[in-house]
Structures are given as C-alpha cells and as structure tokens.
C-alpha cells in the first residue's frame, strides 16, 4: 500500500503537469509580451482622453503627468487629472508638470466631488473624471495610475493593437519595481501568480469565459463602457480591472492582456510590510470573502508550492524523485517571470518561499476583512464586511 507521502508527492507532481501543460501556457511569457510584437498603424488615429485618478501622489505625480505628455501619438489625445481629495501638493504639481511639458492646454485638473456610498475611491474618481470631459467624445478612454511612467510610444501600441484586433479593451502589465531584496524575493512572483489565475491567451479566446484586465494602464472603448452601464455597473468592486474586463467581454467585447517593460510603475516597496499590505488589499476579495475557499486556497497552496520543497528532501526514493521533479517543472515555469525582471536564474527554486508569504497575507487579508479593514488603501477600507449584504 502505498504511503501518504508517496500519494501526496504524485499529486503534486500531477498539479504541475497540469498548471505547466494545460493552463493556457500563462508562463511563456513572450507570447504576450507587447514590446516584442508587431503594431500595424491604423488609417485615421482615433480621439482618445486619458483618465489618471490622483491621491495623495506628490511623489511621483510630475513624472508621470510628463510621460503622458510626451506620448508620440499622432490622433487628438487630451487628459484629465482627478484629484480624489489629496492631502498633498498633488494637483499643483499635475498642472506644473503639464505647464513645463507644454501641455497645459491638452490637460485638465478637476477635484472629485465627496465619495458616494457603494463607490470604491478609484471608480468614483474615474467617474468623476469622464463626467468632467463629456465634450471632448473620445473614442477610447484610457485609464492609467497615477505612479506609472509610460514610454512615448504606449499610446500608440495600446490602440493599434486595439484597432488591429477590433478589441474593445486592451490591458498592458507594467513592470514593477524588483530592486530591493523583499522586491525580487515577491514581485516577480506577485505577476507569476496573476498569470496563473488569468492565462492572457484564455483571456483574448472569445470562447472562454475568462477575464481578466491590469488596472494600471487600459485603453477601453467609450461605446464598450456605455454598453455596460457605465462604471455604475460596477462601482463596489475592490478589484476594478477585472470586472471591468468580465463586463465588456460578458456583453460581446473583445478584450487583451499583455506585458511590457517600456512602462514602469514608480511605487517602491522597501519592506516586506508593505509588501504585504499590497497583496492583503485585495487577497480575500479575489476569494469572493468566502472561509471555505480561503480554507482551501491556503491548503492548495501548500500543496503545490510547498509539499514539492519538503518531499524533495524525503528519505524514500520515489518520494523525493517526484518531490524534486515538481520543484523542477515550478522552477522552470517561474523562470521566464524572473528573466523577464532581469534577474539571475538562481531567484527561480525560491518561489516556495514567496508562496509562503503570500498565504500569510491572503490569511491576514481576511483577518483584517473581519475586522472592518479590509481593502485598505489610502486610508480607506474598501472592502467592508458591515457594508456587504
């Protein structure tokens, strides 16, 4: 009779078989990585308005505004930056970055009006943002963060493809920051994991019920986003880009998701603190709040991340053969993450390691949901157990 090592070591190695041959391939990350893909221009460049919500952003604010004002992009391109209530200089330095750049006239500043209840902060100041520019009628909108600075040419890439394609919404993953060692210990693995759960070639199949979208930088078509109903539609969601992305391609829409290295977001994380308040932000929610899956995340997680770790070290044979080959099959799916960061391939057996940080912060994800502070960003909790029905 075969032991429970030996069972658990099989199924491990048979999780990995699966997520690395039949998981729509998420780790082969050339496939979709935008910088190394072709763009054919299309004949006449449509409107686009760029919305960037702004809190608290004095920080990085200027370099960002700049980058959007360089943008080489040869159709009407015009943006607003809304202010959602900062308790910094950020709206003095937008309008100094856009006057210095010589963009004053294509870029407005407006204040969002009091968060109405039902509303996350980031879709009501977007809200807020198309309400305030209603005369430009723009063709596509695009949504972008206020810590990411984009290469001149992003705009451009975004609505070729989005032409090219006749895609309702197209998605860029910016890179993030990996200079510090909590940075490359789990950023990497931070884009691993969202590629495990959202293949980009499950998500632009039409036929898949797969969505999935990067908030950081979407380029939406205005008539997809009317289609909908609008952000109202979808105005309590802590994890906004996805169910923007399951709401147009739900109604009809086409939608993609890619890579680059071209756009870069500035927000660093010095500490595995704050790295874990990053992931915790929106870890029991991507569970739907629920114990029994969070139970049987957390036991998934085990087994496939860490039971590969500790039956490779099994003093039977067999067991640690197929212990060490699931680690092997983790390590080389990991590894196009971390090349894709520049790092050295010594940080791809390490990826146990990150799994494990990243279960401690999904579990105090949903402690701190229990306790009224769940979603937490900018000094408001997005996520509220007293709010939900």
Not at 191 to 206: H, S
Not at 254 to 269: D, E
Not at 287 to 292: A, D, M, T
Not at 345 to 351: D, E, G, H
Request: glycine share 6%; hydrophobic share 50%; proline share 5%.
């Amino acid at each position: 009779m075969p032991s429970i090592a030996l069972l658990f070591a099989g199924l491990t190695l048979l999780v990995w078989i699966v997520l690395t041959f039949f998981r729509g391939a998420f780790w082969q990350l050339r496939a979709f990585d935008d910088d190394i893909a072709p763009h054919a221009s299309p004949l006449v460049w449509p409107r686009v308005l760029c919305v960037m919500p702004a809190r608290n952003e004095a920080e990085t604010i200027a370099r960002v505004v700049s980058s959007l004002a360089k943008q080489q992009y040869p159709g009407e391109f015009r943006m607003v930056v809304v202010d959602d209530h900062s308790e910094d200089a950020t709206s003095d330095l937008a309008r100094t970055a856009a006057q210095e750049a010589g963009a004053a006239e294509r870029v407005r500043i407006v204040h969002a009006e009091t968060l109405q209840g039902g509303w996350t902060g980031k879709l009501w100041a977007l809200q807020q943002g198309i309400a305030s520019s209603q005369q430009d009628s723009p063709d596509y909108l695009w949504f972008t963060d206020a810590d990411i600075e984009h290469a001149p040419d992003t705009l451009v890439r975004l609505v070729s493809r989005a032409e090219q394609q006749r895609a309702d919404l197209v998605s860029l993953m910016v890179l993030l920051q990996a200079k510090t060692f909590p940075e490359r210990l789990l950023i990497p693995p931070f884009l691993y994991f969202f590629l495990m759960l959202y293949p980009p070639r499950w998500i632009a199949d039409t036929k898949a019920k797969m969505a999935g979208a990067a908030g950081g930088c979407i380029l939406l078509r205005r008539t997809a986003l009317e289609r909908i109903g609008g952000f109202a539609a979808i105005r309590a969601e802590v994890i906004d880009d996805c169910a923007l992305a399951r709401a147009v391609k739900r109604n009809g829409g086409a939608i993609w998701m890619g890579l680059t290295r071209k756009s870069v977001s500035l927000r660093a994380y010095q500490t595995f603190g704050e790295i874990r308040d990053l992931i915790a932000r929106t870890a029991f929610t991507q569970l739907k709040y629920s114990s029994l899956l969070l139970l049987g995340t957390l036991a998934g997680m085990m087994l496939t991340y860490l039971a590969p770790l500790v039956l490779a070290f099994h003093p039977q044979s067999v067991v640690w053969r197929l212990g060490l080959a699931a680690w092997l099959l983790m390590a080389v799916t990991y590894l196009p993450t971390v090349r894709f960061y520049g790092l050295s391939p010594l940080w791809a057996p390490f990826l146990p390691v990150a799994a494990a940080f990243y279960s401690y912060a999904t579990w105090l994800s949903a402690m701190r949901y229990w306790r009224g502070r769940g979603g937490q960003w900018k000094g408001r909790a997005q996520a509220n157990r007293a709010a939900r029905p």
